[in-house]
């Protein structure tokens, strides 16, 4: 078995009249998927009332801490120097949300620790997908 980060953090997600609602979320690491990170959300901070995973790259959150990043789905940018905002689109609609810049730092400071930036297994990663992939077919 790979090793596997996880770490809690608070989020204040936005809401459409600019109030602050707090979010409990997981965020994880894994060497088995080392490009990606991943934000999940219990069921209650849903629309739908399911749990939610949000997997990304992990170079987005490194680029989204120092300045705007992202495209698609997911964009970052700092608010400040104590924030980040983490934006999610869906086809539902989009959720804006805001962590701690410190938490999201060490977060992703331990998942160097886990894989280390550069070493990441190219080749792994391609047969792990492509496996999943035929697998179903």
């Known amino acids: 078995?790979?090793?596997?980060?996880?770490?809690?953090?608070?989020?204040?997600l936005i809401t459409a009249d600019e109030q602050e609602k707090p979010v409990p979320a997981v965020l994880r690491y894994t060497a088995d998927d080392p490009f990606a990170v991943y934000?999940?959300?219990?069921?209650h901070a849903a629309?739908?009332?399911e749990a939610v995973s949000w997997t990304f790259a992990r170079t987005l959150l490194e680029e989204g801490l120092r300045?705007?990043?992202?495209?698609g789905d997911v964009h970052l940018w700092p608010c400040g120097r104590?924030?980040?905002?983490?934006?999610?689109?869906s086809p539902y609609g989009l959720a804006l949300l805001q962590?701690?810049?410190?938490a999201l730092r060490r977060f992703l400071l331990r998942s160097y620790a886990v894989v280390a930036?550069?070493?990441?297994?190219?080749?792994?990663?391609?047969?792990?997908?492509?496996s999943?992939?035929?697998d179903e077919v």
């Open 1 to 12: 078995m790979q090793p596997t980060l996880q770490q809690t953090a608070s989020a204040r």
């Open 39 to 43: 934000f999940d959300f219990p069921p």
């Open 47 to 49: 629309l739908d009332g």
């Open 67 to 71: 300045g705007p990043a992202g495209c």
């Open 82 to 89: 104590e924030r980040t905002v983490v934006e999610f689109h």
């Open 99 to 102: 962590f701690d810049t410190a």
């Open 117 to 130: 930036a550069g070493q990441e297994d190219v080749a792994e990663a391609v047969d792990r997908g492509l």
């Open 132 to 134: 999943s992939l035929f």
